[in-house]
């Protein structure tokens, strides 16, 4: 079988797993998802690289050792000699950047390995009591890590229903959209300091707030303390600074997607955020989940997007389809709440700009970019009142609040509330998801 | 003597050294100064760390494997531990964060001691030729690379002229400075990826460009090419997240200074960058200068920072003098000039904002920060009108060209131009500089 095909079989529908759990139509971790994460446990300490499958962990570095994995000897990333790429030991560190700059040849060659491993008729792992020991780990009895280390984190801004209810709220109904908007997908640079994996608290943040009855600003905590839904993609491939990605080329640069909440102080925002954009509001806290599902595995969902009109500049062209079937939903639990409420449901496939249009647009002044680079798709609204991905637009700033199943009603986020995200991609008889991306809000430093 | 004597006597001004070019008054490099980059030579291409004295470049990974250069026992740095620091190779790297990280004593230690080494009545060096020649470089034989790995780089907006020249032309001249303006130091996330270090070529971006006379956008070669004549700051102590940097404590967390060009495309900006900020206007490329000038050799250039009407919000106060008397400016040199323009004159210390208070309200949110990250200034305008620190206000966007010396006149930048920012201290028959930040426009990429 050439590599293609054997590609191709891992997203075979029909495959199951002798992981039980994995074949669960239920479970984000299915033998056709196989996503990439960073992970240590009760026995041991160290961090390493792992792969998700129903309620278990394959250990890529056990798997490594012992001979089952093998990363192919031409190693395409760079500063990795031909050599020494199928010895390097990828697998037994704290973050994905080494195993993701090997290249994309290197991931598929991984995912294709695995896929066969854990197919239900493949003994040589499944009938080896004592490696299977060792290689598999209860996903109960881990700790996800931030998978990367993120040189650099951009976030977008292209969810034509987003734009328009902030612009509505914050500028001027009439004119909601600005011009620029459907000429670019624009983005700003973030703060890759503080993104955070999923279960980190998140401190309620302190900063100045402008009070309508008060000339001056006033410091204290945030009152407008908001969630925004968004996935985002991590660079596989960087480019050199000066030499832009095509935007036909720019997927074949993405090793995968995580979902991310992009925490907000609308307060903090609103008052600091002309002339130029978003800081302190956004800056305190960002939240990906601990799972990147590779481009690869989400091949199946592969949609077109939205029309585009006006056509794009040229550079902004691709053909075919970009956007991608995911599913997407927000919970909101109270601080000792037995129940957690659904506030949102959308898709990813209504963002109106696609990755490899915000990656070509990144690049196109020759800005570089590098291995672990995360960019997030900015706040991902439908177009149903109840599929928005923030509590600005779903209380419409806090007019309309959210009544919760169980801890009465919402217009921003309280103290103690947990939010979760939560994506998957429904195939027949099986998902690809990614897992959760959570975060406890604590009250703010006094 | 205590440590703090031998720190005072560092800056003593009567000091001379026996590297005789050190001693011109007009020299940036004296005996007073000691500022650290990371440089190679023809002899050894491995990148290692060193400090500018004179016309030389002192290699501190030499003296440390010599035993002339001890660090201190107790490592303050987090993940140092005490019995490893006094050996740690910090060195003999390719930048210097890991120096930076063993915390401000150390800083100060090699400070004192390469000032006692240095100093013309000391022989230990002086007079170990073997030695000498080997710690020894002279900077027309080394080449100067990026100093730091920069995990992330933030911008101000802290000149209040330049502030209220932007504002005037982009916006409304009668109410030219925002209200938030003068309540905290307006600042945004830069592109860490594209810092570059003085003489890396600039290519000159594409991107969008929207003429007066169209309706839609075009796609080409920036037009509005300009420089942005700033300062940054180094961290040199992070704080973790959640945990804000006090306006009080700020210094204590900063290593050093560099001159930065924050290079920008002023009709890319103009279009882009409502409402999130600049993005592809900046991202480019920012270059900055090889050379870190330490915070312990500006001490005796501290001056009172412009008084502050509104008095600043409580988190934002700081008793005493935090400017610093630097004065600054920019050439202009055609391609093939033989004569470069000085095009504006001014001084670091006309800045509104304080670097104290640009960290501290960073940082309030609870946002972290890292060894090695860079902070921007912003555009250091003065007063005057030759003393704007940038094209767009020194030519009033585009309406009254500069007259060069030498090749004709200047709205913006053209292809092969090179832009220069110099900065010193004036110290009596001394001083504290910055060596040049250079960089060449290279064409646009067809």
Same mark, same amino acid.
């Given at each position: 079988?050439?590599?293609?095909?054997?590609?191709?079989?891992?997203?075979?529908?029909?495959?199951?797993?002798?992981?039980?759990?994995?074949?669960?139509?239920?479970?984000?971790?299915?033998?056709?998802?196989?996503?990439?994460?960073?992970?240590?446990? /009760?026995?041991?300490?160290?961090?390493?690289?792992?792969?998700?499958?129903?309620?278990?962990?394959?250990?890529?570095?056990?798997?490594?050792?012992?001979?089952?994995?093998?990363?192919?000897?031409?190693?395409?990333?760079?500063?990795?000699?031909?050599? /020494?790429?199928?010895?390097?030991?990828?697998?037994?560190?704290?973050?994905?950047?080494?195993?993701?700059?090997?290249?994309?040849?290197?991931?598929?060659?991984?995912?294709?390995?695995?896929?066969?491993?854990?197919?239900?008729?493949?003994?040589?792992?499944?009938?080896?009591?004592?490696?299977?020991?060792?290689?598999?780990?209860?996903?109960?009895?881990?700790?996800?890590?931030?998978?990367?280390?993120?040189?650099?984190?951009?976030?977008?801004?292209?969810?034509?229903?987003?734009?328009?209810?902030?612009?509505?709220?914050?500028?001027?109904?009439?004119?909601?959209?600005?011009?620029?908007?459907?000429?670019?997908?624009?983005?700003?640079?973030?703060?890759?300091?503080? +993104?955070? +994996?999923?279960?980190?608290?998140?401190?309620?943040?302190?900063?100045?707030?402008?009070?309508?009855?008060?000339?001056?600003?006033?410091?204290?905590?945030?009152?407008?303390?908001?969630?925004?839904?968004?996935?985002?993609?991590?660079?596989?491939?960087?480019?050199?600074?000066?030499?832009?990605?095509?935007?036909?080329?720019?997927?074949?640069?993405?090793?995968?997607?995580?979902?991310?909440?992009?925490?907000?102080?609308?307060?903090?925002?609103?008052?600091?955020?002309?002339?130029?954009?978003?800081?302190?509001?956004?800056?305190?806290? /960002?939240?990906?989940?601990?799972?990147?599902?590779?481009?690869?595995?989400?091949?199946?969902?592969?949609?077109?997007?939205?029309?585009?009109?006006?056509?794009?500049?040229?550079?902004?062209?691709?053909?075919?389809?970009?956007?991608?079937?995911?599913?997407?939903?927000?919970?909101?639990?109270?601080?000792?709440?037995?129940?957690?409420?659904?506030?949102?449901?959308?898709?990813?496939?209504?963002?109106?700009?696609?990755?490899?249009?915000?990656?070509?647009?990144?690049?196109?002044?020759?800005?570089?970019?590098?291995?672990?680079?995360?960019?997030?798709?900015?706040?991902?609204?439908?177009?149903?009142?109840?599929?928005?991905?923030?509590?600005?637009?779903?209380?419409?700033?806090?007019?309309?609040?959210?009544?919760?199943?169980?801890?009465?009603?919402?217009?921003?986020?309280?103290?103690?509330?947990?939010?979760?995200?939560?994506?998957?991609?429904?195939?027949?008889?099986?998902?690809?998801?990614?897992?959760?991306?959570?975060?406890?809000?604590?009250?703010?430093?006094?």
């Amino acid at each position: 079988m050439s590599a293609a095909s054997d590609l191709q079989a891992t997203l075979d529908a029909s495959r199951k797993s002798w992981i039980e759990a994995a074949n669960d139509p239920a479970c984000d971790f299915s033998i056709q998802n196989l996503p990439f994460g960073v992970f240590s446990d /009760t026995r041991h300490a160290a961090r390493r690289v792992g792969v998700a499958i129903g309620d278990s962990i394959v250990d890529l570095a056990v798997l490594q050792a012992s001979g089952l994995l093998r990363l192919p000897d031409a190693g395409a990333g760079a500063g990795v000699s031909a050599s /020494t790429a199928a010895s390097a030991p990828v697998f037994a560190r704290d973050t994905l950047n080494d195993f993701i700059a090997l290249g994309r040849d290197a991931w598929r060659s991984v995912r294709i390995q695995l896929s066969q491993l854990l197919a239900r008729e493949s003994a040589t792992l499944r009938d080896d009591a004592a490696l299977r020991e060792r290689a598999l780990v209860s996903q109960a009895s881990a700790t996800l890590h931030l998978p990367l280390q993120i040189p650099g984190y951009t976030d977008f801004y292209s969810s034509k229903e987003h734009a328009t209810n902030v612009g509505s709220m914050f500028r001027d109904p009439k004119n909601a959209l600005l011009p620029n908007w459907s000429e670019m997908p624009i983005g700003y640079n973030g703060r890759a300091s503080s +993104v955070v +994996v999923s279960g980190t608290p998140v401190r309620r943040p302190n900063g100045q707030l402008k009070l309508p009855d008060q000339e001056r600003p006033v410091f204290g905590a945030c009152r407008k303390l908001d969630i925004e839904l968004e996935t985002g993609f991590i660079v596989g491939r960087g480019n050199a600074l000066g030499e832009p990605i095509a935007c036909a080329d720019a997927e074949a640069h993405i090793f995968g997607m995580v979902l991310l909440n992009d925490w907000s102080a609308r307060d903090i925002q609103q008052w600091e955020y002309v002339p130029l954009g978003p800081f302190n509001a956004k800056s305190f806290a /960002t939240t990906i989940s601990p799972w990147i599902v590779t481009l690869d595995a989400l091949e199946p969902f592969r949609v077109a997007q939205p029309v585009q009109e006006p056509q794009p500049l040229a550079y902004l062209r691709h053909d075919g389809a970009h956007a991608f079937d995911i599913a997407l939903e927000v919970t909101l639990r109270p601080l000792r709440a037995q129940q957690a409420t659904t506030i949102a449901r959308t898709n990813f496939r209504h963002m109106y700009w696609t990755m490899a249009q915000q990656l070509a647009h990144h690049t196109v002044s020759g800005c570089n970019t590098r291995v672990g680079d995360l960019m997030g798709s900015g706040t991902i609204s439908g177009p149903a009142a109840d599929s928005y991905g923030s509590l600005l637009e779903l209380t419409w700033n806090g007019k309309n609040p959210l009544e919760l199943k169980e801890g009465g009603t919402r217009a921003f986020i309280e103290d103690g509330d947990e939010l979760t995200l939560a994506g998957w991609c429904q195939g027949e008889g099986y998902r690809v998801g990614f897992g959760a991306c959570s975060g406890e809000i604590l009250p703010a430093q006094r």
